[in-house]
């Protein structure tokens, strides 16, 4: 069964870069391809919010209106894993970021994930 495991969090100043990745394991040789990747994020006090998401593939992307223009995500089908990248980091930032994964997911709806890592925690602070 598919497994995904966050690193990556921690604590940065406002204005700052992190970047978070995503590993998968427990799955044939050659098929994170077949699965829609996503990250998630999770305010103290806020419902869970899509932040990016990126095809099997790589060709299509759908980035979050709160964080559009300051976060990049990709992947890299050899190694299962999923990056993303975090630039000009804000307070309103702070979160649990989490990664998910499917086989049938073409965007950022968090009922369409079936597989979900356990979160990486992101503060943003002086």
């Known amino acids: 069964q598919l497994q995904l495991a966050e690193s990556g969090g921690g604590l940065v100043q406002p204005g700052g870069s992190l970047r978070l990745s995503c590993a998968a394991s427990?799955?044939?040789?050659?098929?994170?391809?077949?699965?829609?990747v996503a990250w998630f994020r999770q305010a103290p006090g806020k419902e869970r919010e899509g932040v990016a998401y990126i095809s099997g593939g790589g060709a299509h992307i759908d980035i979050g209106n709160a964080v559009n223009g300051r976060f990049t995500i990709s992947r890299d089908n050899a190694r299962n894993t999923a990056t993303l990248e975090m630039n000009s980091l804000k307070s309103e930032d702070t979160a649990v970021y989490y990664c998910?994964?499917?086989?049938?997911?073409?965007?950022?709806?968090?009922?369409?994930?079936?597989?979900w890592g356990q979160g990486t925690r992101v503060s943003v602070s002086l």
């Open positions: 427990g799955l044939t040789a050659g098929t994170f391809s077949q699965y829609a």
């Open positions: 998910a994964a499917a086989v049938l997911a073409w965007g950022l709806t968090e009922s369409d994930y079936d597989y």
